[in-house]
């Protein structure tokens, strides 16, 4: 059975509930070991891969993910449509703490980590478009299963991807606003890009934490309340996925 959907899960979650006839598969890649073995199910009779981009234990921080290996490794198996989950902080007014949101742009502010598979000696120089960095059907899915599951989820946005694993300071989320950020997180990139280079379907689903810093009512932000509102989103999920693999 062909996989229809490949989920990258984010921070708090690292399982998906509900998988029947799982299969674990630990890969090595040309660009080293993915986060963690990738499970393969089955869900209403749909074939789900999952991956935890941060393991399943959470021991990677988003500058030591290895974002080729987990895209490579989910395009091996045969996916062809992927969902990254992204934990992220909310800019706009409307993108408070426990909304989910689709987004439609991305801004890079990572360093350092390896963003592209034409690195290697030898490989394929591919200049990809990424004027629009996430695949337009599967945005409209994602949002139709939203409303098809009863969920509530925005429409659009700009996700800002910072280095981590600190959060940012006001001035940094200051400078993300001016720029035109909506969002801001630490994974987006460079895994949408890499999901471009090999022809995939990619979007990304992603789940407001807490207000940017200097964006909420709180002078500091807890970490306690992060955890609260993502497992309160996360929640949502599953319901989200079941939906969209009946469309």
């Not at 029947?20 to 074939?47: A, Q």
């Not at 992220?88 to 890079?108: C, E, F, K, N, T």
């Not at 949408?192 to 689903?205: F, I, K, S």
Request: charged share 20%; hydrophobic share 45%; net charge negative.
């Amino acid at each position: 059975m062909d996989i229809e959907l490949a989920l990258i899960g984010g921070t708090g979650l690292y399982q998906f509930p509900g998988l029947e006839k799982v299969e674990r598969h630990t890969l090595e890649t040309p660009w080293g070991s993915p986060s963690g073995p990738v499970v393969l199910g089955e869900l209403g009779g749909h074939r789900l891969a999952f991956l935890a981009r941060h393991g399943e234990g959470h021991s990677l921080p988003p500058h030591r993910v290895n974002y080729r290996a987990n895209v490579w490794a989910l395009h091996h198996l045969g996916a062809r449509r992927v969902v990254g989950v992204n934990a992220v902080g909310g800019i706009r007014s409307d993108m408070g703490p426990r909304v989910l949101a689709v987004p439609d742009q991305i801004i890079d502010y990572t360093h350092g980590r390896a963003t592209s598979f034409c690195d290697a000696d030898g490989a394929e120089v591919k200049h990809i478009d990424f004027s629009e960095p996430y695949d337009a059907a599967l945005r409209r899915d994602l949002l139709a299963a939203a409303a098809r599951a009863g969920i509530c989820a925005v429409d659009g946005g700009c996700y800002g991807a910072t280095q981590g694993p600190r959060l940012e300071t006001r001035a940094e989320i200051a400078r993300l606003r001016r720029d035109g950020c909506d969002l801001v997180g630490m994974t987006g990139m460079p895994e949408a890009a890499l999901a471009r280079e090999l022809g995939l379907a990619y979007a990304c689903l992603s789940l407001v934490a807490n207000w940017a810093a200097g964006c909420g009512d709180e002078a500091e932000i807890s970490l306690d309340e992060i955890y609260a509102n993502l497992a309160a989103v996360t929640a949502q999920v599953p319901r989200l996925v079941r939906a969209l693999l009946s469309i």
